[in-house]
């Protein structure tokens, strides 16, 4: 039944109301499917009143006209928009519907003809042709010879399953490199334990090969031990200037002044022939200045090693990383890529540094008094940072700690950090100033007990003391294990009563490694055949791997390597086959002497379990005690408890003797390897405990 047109505007509003009890007027899409009794409903309508027309007048506009339409008439069934079909399809004819034709022009009756595209001979081979080079782009590593008979080894000696302590050889048949040689921090069980680092065994089974160290930035955990090294082995050591600076300042304090005529001093972006290899040193940024990767061109084909990195696209001196490079060895084909795993578990990207320095300009506004800034001695553009706000602000800039000193006026030597010595005092010179005229920059972020904030929160540095109108700002995270001395040191500023800025301001503190899409984009630039994360935990390598996996690199092609493996790479295969001897050297920093591994076990014996001495005389003829034994115990069992353990000490000792005079008493040594036994098995039964246990025994 057809709709009746409204004779007037009136007419239209009364039938509105009619139907919509006084709601406001909306336009509504006719539906075919139902008949409309209301008088008031516009079927068509003139011009703009067609409220199909209003609805649908920005598709409209652009459409050529239908000859079988006429204007402002409403779409017949079966002409009309795809989605107003008559429910029992009558005036359909077979064909009419484009869509169910596939393609063509949708709701026009099938009054068009299909627009199909024509795909000739030379089309095809445009797409085949734009397909092999997609193809050959995505997998550069495919030029790679696979008849080379070339193949080097890389072994991990420190750096994989740990946080720090990075070294690294690779080799070919001819020639080894060392790849850094780290330290790293001891956990809370390895008493009187400061440092330790890698094992150097395996170095000393190929040093004959071995044609040079090769540094790739100057942190802790990449040149910490090459003084250890240079005591045992010395070679050439390949280096960026900053960082053979900071290794000669600890041959200076090792008594090696003399072997800094082994440094051979590097340009980014230049080749080095080491043996049969061909090196190249390309800036990275990270946390220190002068941080580099490595592209090594070696018989088997070109590795690349990212060092520690992080694309920061805004560094603090505007030195970018060299991405370019990457994707020039990318071009030409990478057979391994080796990266930086730290912050594999990070989603995103990692902040850029300079926004610490905005941070610090808010810090900085809100100090009254004077200001304490702790971070890594080796961070630089952070030092620098704060320092520029100091200059900035109107203080003097007072540096105390050794290593803090040391790097900081070497960086200023380099050219690195450029403020005038005019803002510079001396540390017995900041009572001259006013509070609010003071900025110190000290060691200690890391709550080492030694360092001089941790002096100064004790109340223990000679010159500093802690005021309540202070400002210490820490920008730093705790490194895994340093988060108990970290909170100890937090307690103790606390308690000072000064203002400590720490983790409430999110960017005090930025990462110097990569998160997951910088490490994608690294992966993407250079798409290597083969991949060897490292530089973390397993957990680290394991992530970095599955990332690797969805930027294209098979899962075959894939190592997860623990330090000690060695990996064997040729332009076919990637295979572990042998593994090599690792561990860690403990070391005193006081003395900067080796500590043996077993007074390490006693010292966690001793702490864990206790010791028990036991002194006691022998009669050979009798067979039996002479007087009562002397039984000492240290972290075992109450002072209150020591007369009755000793007793059952005696009784065990008395038993023991009874069992062994029927063979004859033997000589002393055996007596006491006895006792031992003895006693050991009766504080496990009674104590559940492990305790050295020390006899001594005269035989009378």
């Given at each position: 039944?057809?709709?009746?047109?409204?004779?007037?505007?009136?007419?239209?509003?009364?039938?509105?109301?009619?139907?919509?009890?006084?709601?406001?007027?909306?336009?509504?899409?006719?539906?075919?499917?139902?008949?409309?009794?209301?008088?008031?409903?516009?079927?068509?309508?003139?011009?703009?009143?067609?409220?199909?027309?209003?609805?649908?007048?920005?598709?409209?506009?652009?459409?050529?006209?239908?000859?079988?339409?006429?204007?402002?008439?409403?779409?017949?069934?079966?002409?009309?928009?795809?989605?107003?079909?008559?429910?029992?399809?009558?005036?359909?004819?077979?064909?009419?519907?484009?869509?169910?034709?596939?393609?063509?022009?949708?709701?026009?009756?099938?009054?068009?003809?299909?627009?199909?595209?024509?795909?000739?001979?030379?089309?095809?081979?445009?797409?085949?042709?734009?397909?092999?080079?997609?193809?050959?782009?995505?997998?550069?590593?495919?030029?790679?010879?696979?008849?080379?008979?070339?193949?080097?080894?890389?072994?991990?000696?420190?750096?994989?399953?740990?946080?720090?302590?990075?070294?690294?050889?690779?080799?070919?048949?001819?020639?080894?490199?060392?790849?850094?040689?780290?330290?790293?921090?001891?956990?809370?069980?390895?008493?009187?334990?400061?440092?330790?680092?890698?094992?150097?065994?395996?170095?000393?089974?190929?040093?004959?090969?071995?044609?040079?160290?090769?540094?790739?930035?100057?942190?802790?955990?990449?040149?910490?031990?090459?003084?250890?090294?240079?005591?045992?082995?010395?070679?050439?050591?390949?280096?960026?200037?900053?960082?053979?600076?900071?290794?000669?300042?600890?041959?200076?304090?090792?008594?090696?002044?003399?072997?800094?005529?082994?440094?051979?001093?590097?340009?980014?972006?230049?080749?080095?022939?080491?043996?049969?290899?061909?090196?190249?040193?390309?800036?990275?940024?990270?946390?220190?200045?002068?941080?580099?990767?490595?592209?090594?061109?070696?018989?088997?084909?070109?590795?690349?090693?990212?060092?520690?990195?992080?694309?920061?696209?805004?560094?603090?001196?505007?030195?970018?990383?060299?991405?370019?490079?990457?994707?020039?060895?990318?071009?030409?084909?990478?057979?391994?890529?080796?990266?930086?795993?730290?912050?594999?578990?990070?989603?995103?990207?990692?902040?850029?540094?300079?926004?610490v320095g905005k941070t610090f300009d808010q810090l900085f506004e809100m100090a009254k008094g004077r200001v304490i800034m702790s971070t890594f001695s080796s961070n630089v553009h952070r030092i620098f940072q704060a320092m520029q706000r100091g200059v900035k602000h109107g203080r003097k800039i007072c540096v105390i700690g050794r290593s803090m000193e040391r790097n900081v006026e070497t960086n200023r030597a380099l050219g690195f950090?450029?403020?005038?010595?005019?803002?510079?005092?001396?540390?017995?010179?900041?009572?001259?100033?006013?509070?609010?005229?003071?900025?110190?920059?000290?060691?200690?972020?890391?709550?080492?007990?030694?360092?001089?904030?941790?002096?100064m929160a004790t109340d223990e540095h000679r010159h500093i003391k802690l005021k309540p109108s202070d400002t210490v700002i820490i920008s730093a995270s705790a490194i895994p294990g340093n988060e108990a001395s970290v909170s100890k040191l937090m307690n103790l500023l606390m308690k000072a009563g000064v203002t400590v800025r720490y983790k409430e301001f999110s960017d005090i503190h930025v990462s110097g490694h990569a998160a997951q899409?910088?490490?994608?984009?690294?992966?993407?630039?250079?798409?290597?055949?083969?991949?060897?994360?490292?530089?973390?935990?397993?957990?680290?390598?394991?992530?970095?791997?599955?990332?690797?996996?969805?930027?294209?690199?098979?899962?075959?092609?894939?190592?997860?390597?623990?330090?000690?493996?060695?990996?064997?790479?040729?332009?076919?295969?990637?295979?572990?086959?042998?593994?090599?001897?690792?561990?860690?050297?403990?070391?005193?920093?006081?003395?900067?002497?080796?500590?043996?591994?077993?007074?390490?076990?006693?010292?966690?014996?001793?702490?864990?379990?206790?010791?028990?001495?036991?002194?006691?005389?022998?009669?050979?003829?009798?067979?039996?005690?002479?007087?009562?034994?002397?039984?000492?115990?240290?972290?075992?069992?109450?002072?209150?408890?020591?007369?009755?353990?000793?007793?059952?000490?005696?009784?065990?000792?008395?038993?023991?003797?009874?069992?062994?005079?029927?063979?004859?008493?033997?000589?002393?040594?055996?007596?006491?390897?006895?006792?031992?036994?003895?006693?050991?098995?009766?504080?496990?039964?009674?104590?559940?405990?492990?305790?050295?246990?020390?006899?001594?025994?005269?035989?009378?």
């Amino acid at each position: 039944m057809e709709n009746s047109k409204p004779t007037n505007e009136n007419s239209q509003n009364q039938g509105q109301k009619t139907q919509e009890g006084n709601k406001p007027q909306r336009n509504r899409r006719p539906n075919p499917h139902r008949q409309n009794n209301n008088q008031g409903q516009n079927s068509g309508g003139e011009g703009g009143e067609n409220r199909n027309e209003n609805r649908n007048r920005n598709r409209n506009r652009n459409r050529k006209p239908n000859p079988n339409r006429q204007g402002g008439q409403p779409r017949q069934e079966g002409q009309g928009n795809q989605g107003q079909k008559q429910g029992n399809n009558a005036n359909r004819k077979p064909g009419n519907n484009a869509n169910r034709n596939g393609g063509g022009n949708k709701g026009r009756g099938g009054n068009k003809r299909k627009n199909v595209t024509t795909v000739n001979d030379e089309m095809r081979a445009s797409i085949e042709e734009n397909k092999r080079v997609q193809e050959a782009r995505m997998a550069p590593w495919k030029q790679i010879d696979l008849n080379s008979k070339g193949k080097v080894r890389f072994t991990p000696l420190g750096g994989l399953g740990e946080i720090g302590g990075n070294m690294a050889v690779l080799e070919t048949e001819t020639t080894a490199i060392v790849i850094d040689v780290g330290m790293s921090f001891p956990d809370e069980t390895m008493h009187g334990v400061d440092i330790l680092v890698p094992d150097f065994s395996y170095l000393h089974t190929i040093k004959d090969k071995i044609k040079a160290i090769v540094i790739t930035h100057g942190h802790e955990d990449h040149i910490g031990a090459v003084p250890y090294l240079f005591k045992e082995l010395k070679f050439p050591i390949y280096g960026t200037p900053l960082a053979l600076a900071m290794i000669e300042n600890k041959f200076n304090e090792h008594g090696l002044k003399g072997d800094a005529k082994y440094f051979r001093f590097v340009t980014k972006r230049k080749q080095y022939e080491i043996g049969d290899l061909k090196i190249e040193w390309i800036h990275n940024t990270h946390s220190i200045i002068d941080a580099c990767s490595l592209a090594i061109e070696t018989p088997a084909g070109i590795l690349m090693h990212t060092a520690d990195f992080k694309i920061d696209h805004t560094p603090v001196d505007g030195y970018t990383m060299d991405l370019r490079r990457y994707a020039y060895y990318g071009e030409k084909g990478v057979l391994c890529l080796f990266s930086d795993s730290t912050n594999s578990h990070n989603p995103g990207f990692t902040k850029s540094e300079t926004v610490v320095g905005k941070t610090f300009d808010q810090l900085f506004e809100m100090a009254k008094g004077r200001v304490i800034m702790s971070t890594f001695s080796s961070n630089v553009h952070r030092i620098f940072q704060a320092m520029q706000r100091g200059v900035k602000h109107g203080r003097k800039i007072c540096v105390i700690g050794r290593s803090m000193e040391r790097n900081v006026e070497t960086n200023r030597a380099l050219g690195f950090v450029d403020i005038d010595d005019r803002h510079f005092i001396e540390v017995h010179e900041v009572p001259k100033y006013a509070d609010h005229e003071i900025l110190i920059v000290t060691t200690g972020s890391q709550g080492e007990t030694m360092a001089a904030l941790n002096r100064m929160a004790t109340d223990e540095h000679r010159h500093i003391k802690l005021k309540p109108s202070d400002t210490v700002i820490i920008s730093a995270s705790a490194i895994p294990g340093n988060e108990a001395s970290v909170s100890k040191l937090m307690n103790l500023l606390m308690k000072a009563g000064v203002t400590v800025r720490y983790k409430e301001f999110s960017d005090i503190h930025v990462s110097g490694h990569a998160a997951q899409e910088e490490q994608k984009l690294i992966l993407r630039l250079v798409q290597p055949k083969f991949f060897l994360p490292v530089h973390g935990e397993y957990n680290h390598i394991a992530k970095h791997a599955r990332t690797a996996v969805e930027c294209g690199v098979d899962e075959r092609n894939i190592l997860l390597m623990s330090d000690g493996d060695q990996v064997e790479i040729t332009p076919k295969y990637l295979k572990k086959v042998k593994t090599v001897k690792s561990g860690k050297t403990y070391i005193d920093n006081q003395n900067n002497m080796t500590i043996e591994n077993d007074v390490v076990l006693d010292r966690q014996k001793l702490a864990e379990d206790g010791i028990v001495t036991i002194v006691a005389q022998v009669s050979q003829s009798e067979g039996r005690l002479v007087g009562k034994p002397v039984v000492y115990t240290h972290g075992l069992v109450p002072d209150k408890e020591d007369k009755k353990f000793a007793k059952e000490i005696e009784q065990l000792l008395e038993t023991m003797l009874l069992n062994m005079k029927a063979k004859g008493i033997p000589e002393h040594t055996v007596i006491e390897t006895e006792i031992r036994a003895a006693v050991r098995k009766h504080i496990v039964r009674t104590k559940k405990r492990y305790p050295l246990i020390i006899p001594t025994v005269f035989v009378v």
